[in-house]
């Protein structure tokens, strides 16, 4: 079994930055995926981010075409931890984020919520003026 605990968010303008990070314990995860997913209310979960083990040390990673160029992810496998750099953001960014895990996603599967097996709490972030 796997817990995650996102960072606390919070509240930012449009343009400032903001960072997310989650903790994973209960086991190591190094193979697993890690990512993000993002919702709004009335809305379902749309899908932010991920990394993907390939093999060794290496990773992929991908983004969500409505964050590519303003997001980065990075993970620290040492400290079993991803995080997610926010910047340029904008008011359509205002969500309660997720941090999300699981053995078996692939890229085919990475965008759909329901392979995830992990989630953590969420943590709300909102960007206004």
């Known amino acids: 079994q796997v817990q995650l605990v996102e960072s606390e968010g919070g509240s930012v303008q449009p343009g400032g930055s903001l960072s997310l990070s989650c903790a994973a314990s209960?086991?190591?995860?190094?193979?697993?995926?890690m990512g993000w997913f993002r919702q709004v209310p009335g809305k379902e979960r749309e899908f932010v981010s991920v990394?993907?083990?390939?093999?060794?040390?290496?990773?992929?990673?991908y983004y969500a075409d409505y964050v590519k160029g303003r997001f980065t992810i990075s993970r620290d496998n040492a400290k079993n931890t991803v995080t997610l750099r926010m910047n340029s953001l904008k008011p359509e960014d205002t969500a309660v984020y997720y941090c999300?895990?699981?053995?078996?996603?692939?890229?085919?599967?990475?965008?759909?919520?329901?392979?995830?097996?992990?989630w953590g709490q969420g943590t709300q972030v909102t960007v206004s003026s």
């Open positions: 999300v895990a699981d053995p078996g996603v692939s890229i085919a599967t990475m965008r759909r919520p329901d392979r995830y097996e992990y």
């Open positions: 209960g086991r190591t995860v190094s193979r697993h995926a």
């Open positions: 990394t993907i083990w390939s093999s060794g040390s290496v990773y992929y990673v």
